[in-house]
């Protein structure tokens, strides 16, 4: 038995879904444990291509079961219409379960996330616009709605009634914007709740459960660690936290039962939305991996700003996830390239830095300090094991795993499922303590 977690070692984006897709193989269950339609998840399985927001993409197994967790924010009419995507696919949705104590995106969510974004002028921090920030922020303000609450129609039509009545004041008074009617609103998601009730459970007690009988549980992040909003580089984050340590509060469980923590990265960099981004490339280079890697968001269709692997951010991302290993993803994007940069540290007013400044205007400042090393200049794509790769792919990836002191268990060389080198079993393969060696040697692909 294995229980694992999976997260993003970068700013979300980082092809976690293929990654999570292949664990799931040898998962019983699957839980996504924050975040919520702002995440977007594409798997391609023969051709077909599934695009997901909200459920795990373990789905695609028969015989998983996929568990959207209580730190979760859930958009109903967005969770219906997947699940009649996928009931049009013939895959079956029998096994999804959702927890009754994640919270519910109201239509206000929505509307509040794309008023203040324009509200906030320069200062936006270039949301999805889903919603996500304003549900998140009632269930701190401790006024959200829950599942539990959305599948008690007395109990709901009482709390939307004053909920709408409040929400409507900032609505008219501060954005300008017409009110919700609150019947509408009401009779609208008891529609939903319907459809939705034969999926909810009490999650932490069936997580609990499959604990007990030893079966193996992936816990799925959305987003990645950078957006992380305690960890991430704030105020440019989510609203939730993508970290490791997110998936016991967002699952309902203790820390003791986890066994692995696998991070996911991109071998270059990609972020959405705002905030710094050191190693930016802009101009032609940048263009050529947004096109190459089809860099565009699942969810909003926008284009990724892209640029070199960041090493500062990701061993920040190793530390905090306390990763065992990394799947090391859209390798075969950089095929073309004469040269390749990583950026080993950053320049801030004279001084090298290698970790990042928690002050946004700092590190806003700061400027990637390059290692260049050469590129392989031909295809990647139909590699299946280390031998196969051009020697300078396999350096480069040597390099990556030095730079980050964690050893490379998956590369990823294209969308498909085969498409995919297996360098050391993630999930029953050694621990990191075993591989690491005191020199920092032989902690990378071997
Ligand atoms: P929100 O999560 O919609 O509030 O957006 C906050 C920040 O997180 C913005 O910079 C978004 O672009 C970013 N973000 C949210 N979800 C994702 C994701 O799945 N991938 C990459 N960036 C994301």
Avoid at 177 to 202: C, W
Wanted: net charge negative; hydrophobic share 35%.
């Amino acid at each position: 038995m294995a229980n694992v977690i999976v997260i993003g070692a970068q700013w979300g984006d980082e092809g976690k879904g293929k990654i999570t897709d292949l664990l799931s193989r040898s998962a019983d269950v699957v839980v996504r444990y924050q975040g919520g339609v702002n995440a977007g998840h594409t798997v391609v399985v023969q051709d077909q291509i599934f695009k997901l927001h909200l459920i795990p993409s373990g789905i695609l197994y028969p015989n998983t079961e996929c568990i959207i967790g209580s730190g979760t924010v859930v958009d109903p009419k967005v969770l219906l219409e997947e699940l009649d995507q996928l009931k049009a696919l013939n895959i079956s949705t029998k096994n999804l379960l959702i927890s009754e104590t994640a919270h519910v995106t109201m239509p206000y969510h929505r509307l509040i996330d794309q008023a203040s974004e324009e509200f906030r002028g320069d200062h936006k921090i270039g949301t999805t616009k889903r919603g996500i920030g304003p549900t998140y922020a009632d269930k701190s303000e401790r006024i959200g709605i829950r599942v539990v609450d959305l599948m008690d129609p007395t109990g709901f039509r009482e709390h939307l009634r004053w909920t709408i009545e409040y929400k409507n004041v900032i609505l008219e008074k501060l954005y300008n914007l017409p009110p919700l009617d609150p019947e509408a609103v009401i009779d609208e998601y008891l529609g939903y709740a319907d459809r939705l009730r034969p999926h909810v459970v009490d999650s932490s007690m069936r997580i609990y459960e499959a604990v007990q009988q030893r079966r193996n549980i992936l816990f799925e992040g959305a987003q990645g660690t950078l957006l992380d909003l305690d960890h991430g580089t704030y105020p440019y984050v989510t609203s939730s936290n993508p970290v490791a340590g997110g998936a016991c509060v967002g699952g309902g469980v203790g820390p003791t039962i986890i066994d692995r923590v696998i991070g996911v990265a991109k071998a270059y960099t990609t972020r959405v939305g705002e905030g710094p981004f050191p190693a930016e490339l802009e101009g032609e280079l940048g263009k050529l991996l947004c096109d190459r890697g089809a860099e565009f968001g699942t969810t909003t269709g926008r284009k990724r700003r892209c640029g070199w692997f960041d090493a500062v951010i990701g061993r920040y991302a190793v530390r905090i996830n306390g990763l065992d290993c990394l799947a090391i993803t859209k390798l075969d994007v950089l095929d073309e390239l004469d040269e390749i940069n990583v950026c080993v540290a950053y320049d801030l007013d004279g001084d090298r830095c290698l970790d990042f400044p928690s002050n946004a205007r700092l590190f806003a400042r700061c400027h990637p300090i390059y290692k260049t090393l050469p590129g392989w200049k031909q295809s990647t794509a139909h590699c299946r094991s280390l031998e196969d790769l051009p020697t300078q792919a396999l350096d480069y990836l040597k390099f990556l795993a030095e730079l980050m002191e964690v050893p490379i268990a998956i590369v990823s060389l294209g969308a498909n499922r085969d498409q995919t080198i297996i360098v050391e079993d993630p999930i029953h393969g050694p621990k990191r303590a075993l591989l690491h060696d005191t020199k920092g040697q032989e902690v990378g692909v071997k």
